[in-house]
């Protein structure tokens, strides 16, 4: 092989290096940032771009399209000492992309540990009943809190979201003895007040009682009373039927103690006989 031959083939090689480094295609949805003898020259677009070769370099390649950056759960005290966990996740778009590399190191991690600082310092400031139920308030302060620092790096925040907060293992294991000692708090309250109801209406229902039978006890009375003086009245100074009544009640009376189930012996006075013919006979006399 001669020698002229070899310096053509490598004439022919260096010509298609020179071209491939300095053509370059750039994607749909990415610029690139070319630098010059390591400074900053120009940014390319997406399509066919044409670069110095050896002399300018893509040091950055960005993607322009939205960028999902998760931020991972952590530990979050609130103002009343207690123990949340929280992740949330953010969708940045790079919007200058000689800030973005050249603003920050990494705009990423950045964005990632402003996010989590700022979520710690908001929670921080709430007890954890409203920590756990102001999700979207916490969305909009944490968006806003970062949306400067993020457009001082060539970044959009579009939105923060908040994917879950919830209490520590050891918050919820409190949570739910608490929650237990409230349920049966309540349930002693509630037993005392239905014991405290039943006695009032039992002794309301006492005092019913017993006003009904002094009622009925007054009743009996004016009645015996009234029954009294209508036989009074109609007895007059005859003795012989009031002894006749007597009598007859006397006789019903031992009639019906003799007829009681519970009863097995029947005591009757010596003079019975002697008695109920006195009355008779006295009343037979007169």
């Known amino acids: 092989m001669s020698a002229g031959f070899m310096v053509v083939l490598a004439i022919?090689?260096?010509?298609?290096?020179?071209?491939?480094?300095?053509?370059?295609?750039?994607?749909?949805g990415e610029e690139w940032i070319v630098e010059r003898l390591g400074k900053y020259y120009g940014t390319l677009k997406p399509g066919l771009n044409i670069i110095l070769p050896y002399l300018d370099k893509v040091a950055y390649k960005l993607v322009t399209k939205d960028i999902i950056l998760d931020v991972q759960e952590q530990e979050v005290i609130t103002r009343d000492n207690a123990v949340i966990l929280t992740n949330a996740i953010a969708f940045l778009k790079v919007t200058d992309p000689v800030k973005a590399v050249y603003g920050v190191t990494d705009f990423s991690e950045a964005i990632r540990n402003m996010?989590?600082?700022?979520?710690?310092?908001?929670?921080?400031?709430?007890?954890?009943?409203?920590?756990?139920?102001?999700?979207?308030?916490?969305?909009?302060?944490?968006?806003e809190s970062i949306a400067d620092e993020a457009v001082d790096w060539g970044l959009t925040v579009k939105s923060v979201e908040i994917q879950d907060i919830k209490p520590s293992q050891s918050m919820q294991k409190a949570m739910e003895q608490q929650a237990s000692a409230e349920r049966e708090r309540k349930a002693v309250v509630t037993r005392a007040e239905g014991a405290k109801q039943a006695a009032i209406l039992?002794?309301?229902?006492?005092?019913?009682?017993?006003?009904?039978?002094?009622?009925?006890?007054?009743?009996?009375?004016?009645?015996?009373a009234e029954s009294i003086r209508r036989i009074t009245a109609a007895v007059g100074t005859e003795t012989a039927p009031m002894l006749f009544l007597l009598g007859e009640k006397y006789i019903a009376s031992l009639e019906r103690l003799g007829s009681s189930e519970s009863a097995r012996i029947v005591v009757l006075p010596a003079d019975l006989q002697e008695a109920v013919r006195g009355l008779i006979g006295g009343a037979g006399r007169r």
């Open 202 to 224: 039992e002794a309301e229902a006492r005092l019913e009682s017993s006003k009904r039978d002094a009622s009925a006890q007054v009743m009996l009375a004016e009645a015996s």
């Open 115 to 143: 996010i989590m600082t700022t979520l710690r310092s908001i929670i921080g400031e709430m007890e954890l009943d409203e920590a756990l139920s102001s999700r979207d308030m916490i969305k909009a302060r944490l968006r």
């Open 12 to 28: 022919l090689v260096f010509v298609v290096v020179t071209i491939a480094k300095g053509v370059r295609i750039v994607p749909q």
